[in-house]
């Protein structure tokens, strides 16, 4: 099982590494669009701004992306990652999203702190091989100001000053606006999902 | 329902944890990575390792201890204590860890801060700030693992780390540090209200009560400990079952 971590400039990868190697992946970090090819699973990680983002356009990796998924290849968006995959975010409301899932990422409401940071609670809306044997209720760990609006690809839920997607797929494209990586058992479970033959 | 943060805390010094009451009388407490994972198996929320002793020649032992620590960790995980550059704070996150904590180096150069979340998302940012009671109702930030007095008012620089670009403040009340009577819940509400990043509470834990005070009365978003939870006075398990049968939020059963 060969990872494929993306690097494109967002963030410390390091812990994503290591939970994937701890499922006894091999795993390969890349910010070369042409090595790609090779991977059977491509993770999209990344924290920080939206507008990070753009280079995944402009260093082709975004094509080469689309490509593995188009031959079948399982995505997981983490965080920054998935709020790519909807399209677009008042974060950095010029750059545009993949546009796979509809609708636009917002600010948390000003009555709540932002960021968002720490354990929270998944609601789970509907089966998902991604989130196969996760209890419902189950804590993971979110650190984030924007969050995903709930579409229907979302298959779990979150709450905090609203309800936002913590959790979307459809077909071989995943995300989860939280850190499995972080998540303690449960977070390994999903990444042990991902891994798994789940499409 | 967000919850409340229980953080177990190693002090490191010369590859082992080590505990000070008031930040003086180190007594040995045993291996930090064998010690960061039974705290994550015992249910604590995050875990921060800062090295009291950190000079450049102790740096890469340091890093060993992070990879080796990092290596075993499936939760948050903050490596403060003698970083002063941006490569300082490369060099363990590299090693693995997920936040790096400053408190000297960014007093005295606060560039530092936004410097570290340009490079790695304000989310990587802890600003560690030893406060004390200067009597009249102020708290002053101290450095140098509290030997010296800075003149920074303690919420004022809180919201300086804010603005520069932190995503959370540790928050040590000097006062209390080692002492297991409470937390500073006055100069916690104060740093808490002031800003609108996580405010970590540290410095007291004594008493699962504790907790529930600091939370509820100082509105802390977590709350740090060490000595307690590594002699075994109070487990996870106590700090958050009394939680919860207060109604505050927390991960538990986890």
């Known amino acids: 099982m060969n990872v494929a971590i993306v690097d494109y400039r967002a963030g410390n990868l390091t812990s994503v590494k290591q939970a994937f190697l701890r499922l006894g992946a091999t795993v390969t970090i890349t910010s070369q669009a042409d090595e790609l090819a090779f991977a059977d699973r491509i993770v999209v990680p990344g924290v920080g701004h939206f507008s990070n983002t753009a280079s995944l356009a402009a260093t082709g990796l975004q094509a080469k992306i689309l490509e593995a998924v188009d031959r079948g290849v399982p995505l997981l968006g983490i965080c920054l990652g998935m709020q790519w995959f909807f399209q677009s975010s008042q974060e950095a409301p010029a750059i545009r999203g993949l546009g796979l899932m509809e609708g636009e990422c917002e600010h948390f409401p000003s009555a709540v702190k932002s960021p968002h940071v720490g354990w929270n609670q998944l609601e789970l809306r509907s089966a998902s091989p991604l989130l196969r044997d996760v209890q419902d209720g189950s804590y993971v760990y979110f650190t984030h100001s924007f969050c995903a609006p709930i579409t229907a690809e979302t298959s779990a839920v979150s709450e905090y000053g609203r309800t936002f997607s913590a959790a979307v797929e459809c077909g071989n494209i995943f995300g989860v606006q939280f850190h499995p990586e972080k998540s303690g058992r449960t977070g390994l479970k999903i990444l042990a999902n991902f891994c798994a033959e789940i499409c | ?254």
């Open chain 2, 1 to 254: 329902m967000l919850t409340k943060r229980i953080i177990a805390c190693l002090d490191v010094s010369g590859g082992r944890v080590v505990k000070g009451v008031q930040f003086l009388g180190l007594r040995d407490a045993g291996d930090p990575a064998e010690l960061a994972v039974a705290h994550c198996e015992a249910g604590t929320d995050e875990i921060v390792l800062l090295d009291i002793s950190a000079s450049h020649e102790r740096r890469k032992t340091l890093v060993d201890i992070v990879r080796r620590t990092a290596e075993q960790l499936l939760i948050p995980f903050t490596v403060g204590g003698g970083i002063r550059t941006l490569e300082d704070a490369q060099s363990v996150m590299d090693a693995g860890a997920d936040k790096v904590s400053v408190n000297s180096a960014a007093i005295a150069r606060p560039e530092l801060i936004s410097e570290i979340a340009n490079r790695f998302g304000s989310q990587a940012v802890v600003v560690a700030i030893d406060a004390k009671h200067e009597g009249n109702g102020s708290y002053d930030a101290f450095v140098n693992g509290g030997r010296r007095k800075t003149g920074l008012e303690a919420v004022c620089w809180a919201r300086e780390c804010e603005t520069r670009g932190a995503g959370e403040i540790l928050l040590t009340s000097m006062d209390r540090d080692g002492t297991t009577s409470g937390f500073d819940c006055d100069l916690t509400c104060r740093v808490a209200s002031a800003v609108q990043i996580p405010v970590i509470a540290s410095g007291g834990a004594g008493a699962p009560a504790d907790f529930v005070e600091v939370f509820q009365r100082g509105h802390a978003d977590a709350a740090l400990a060490a000595s307690i939870l590594h002699y075994g006075r109070v487990t996870i398990a106590e700090i958050k079952q009394t939680l919860l049968q207060s109604d505050i939020p927390a991960r538990w059963p986890c």
